[in-house]
């Protein structure tokens, strides 16, 4: 069962959300300027609460199809954002990040996303791996191809954003192409 999985990379520790996890997220779910490339947002308490339940009771699914985990600092265990990857079949995966402000710049978006294509791939099994963001987020779209996730695509005004409708940005990597970086 994969209901408690820890992923480590040499900064981060990706862990599964818990009890005492409400306020560093609320930190981050409830802050407009982190959030303004988001769909949701920004979050009051009572949200976050209903986020971390929500994920609790995915983990706990027989038919596991939804990883989120707690981005957590390696040195101190501080918890500095969220992650996930979501299986939309046997297949492919969607994954997505978001970082506390204050630990932007750094590398830990590469090295999150760079560990949960790894998990994608090696321990889930996967074909392909994509990523979605507004076309005008240049951190995340920076953390994709740094990944080496090519750009499929620019899906005009497909995010209907709080500030109006937004173009799109699709990124992917096909398990062959991940493996071949390797070699």
């Given at each position: 069962?994969?209901?408690?999985?820890?992923?480590?990379?040499?900064?981060?520790?990706?862990?599964?959300?818990?009890?005492?996890?409400?306020?560093?997220?609320?930190?981050?779910?409830?802050?407009?300027?982190?959030?303004?490339?988001?769909?949701?947002?920004?979050?009051?308490?009572?949200?976050?609460?209903?986020?971390?339940?929500?994920?609790?009771?995915?983990?706990?699914?027989?038919?596991?199809t939804h990883y989120d985990f707690a981005v957590c600092l390696a040195s101190t265990g501080a918890l500095i954002g969220g992650c996930g990857i979501y299986r939309e079949d046997e297949q492919e995966a969607q994954m997505g990040w978001l970082l506390n402000k204050a630990f932007w710049k750094r590398g830990y978006g590469t090295e999150l996303a760079a560990e949960l294509i790894r998990f994608g791939f090696e321990d889930l099994g996967l074909h392909r791996i994509y990523s979605t963001c507004d076309a005008d987020n240049y951190g995340s779209y920076r953390v994709m191809e740094r990944n080496n996730m090519r750009r499929e695509g620019c899906m005009k005004q497909k995010r209907n954003a709080k500030d109006g409708w937004k173009d799109e940005l699709h990124y992917a990597i096909l398990r062959c192409e991940w493996e071949a970086l390797s070699e």
């Open positions: 069962m994969m209901n408690d999985i820890e992923l480590r990379t040499s900064k981060l520790v990706l862990r599964p959300f818990g009890g005492n996890d409400l306020a560093a997220v609320q930190a981050y779910a409830g802050d407009a300027e982190i959030l303004r490339y988001m769909l949701w947002g920004p979050n009051d308490e009572a949200q976050t609460r209903w986020f971390l339940d929500n994920v609790a009771e995915k983990n706990a699914a027989e038919n596991r």
